[in-house]
T-cell receptor, first 115, second 113 residues
């Protein structure tokens, strides 16, 4: 079974702090993704990566950055946390697929509160 | 980019009732379609997916979905729901040659015992 592990289940930070969310997958997947999940809005794609040191902006990248130095690890960085970034953050990974038909495997999520 | 609409935000059913959750996508090209389920306190899990072939696909736990290309729809169905089906259901789409997925807003299903 694919295991996607997010470093924290719950996290509380203060406005203006730099916040790091870590995600590790153990199945040698090429693709990794970060989403935020908000009630009534579903999952919105923040950033994704198809390979080490590669990154692509999703639909809502403002205020976030990412880092992928190793294949198994994909970090989401909130450069200067703001209260509107309070949310559930989900990490996912998938195999590369030429057809785009590979399902994504999700972690348990990090519930981040910015005070 | 592709997008997904789920019209039902919250559905409440009694056990043994039939279920149909709507999903429509907007994208003119070839798509791959997915339904995910999120049980309370758990991570998202794949229910089923469609990428080609028979437009009626069967998934886990008795769920099925039908791809109707002319309607840009991929509705999820189950003939008889159980209390354990209480969860949030997400429809998602990728386009051909693209691995980035777009999700609908989700439908919360409550099944009353």
């Amino acid at each position: 079974d694919v295991k996607v592990t997010q470093s924290s289940r719950y996290l509380v930070k203060r406005t203006g702090e730099k916040v790091f969310l870590e995600c590790v997958q153990d199945m040698d997947h090429e693709n990794m993704f970060w989403y935020r999940q908000d009630p009534g809005l579903g999952l919105r794609l923040i950033y994704f990566s198809y390979d080490v040191k590669m990154k692509e902006k999703g639909d809502i990248p403002e205020g976030y950055s990412v880092s992928r130095e190793k294949k198994e690890r994909f970090s989401l960085i909130l450069e200067s946390a703001s209260t509107n970034q309070t949310s559930m953050y989900l990490c996912a990974s998938s195999l590369a697929g030429l057809r785009g038909d590979r399902p994504q495997h999700f972690g348990d999520g990090t519930r981040l509160s910015i005070l | 980019a592709q997008s997904v609409s789920q019209h039902n935000h919250h559905v409440i059913l009694s056990e043994a009732a039939s279920l149909e959750l709507g999903c429509n996508y907007s994208y003119g090209g070839t798509v791959n379609l997915f339904w995910y389920v999120q049980y309370p306190g758990q991570h998202l899990q794949l229910l089923l997916k469609y990428f080609s072939g028979d437009p009626l696909v069967k998934g886990i736990k008795g769920f099925e979905a039908e791809f109707i290309k002319s309607k840009f729809s991929f509705n999820l169905r189950k003939p008889s729901v159980q209390w354990s089906d209480t969860a949030e259901y997400f429809c998602a789409v990728t386009s051909y040659n693209n691995n980035d997925m777009r999700f609908g807003a989700g439908t919360r299903l409550t099944v009353k015992p």
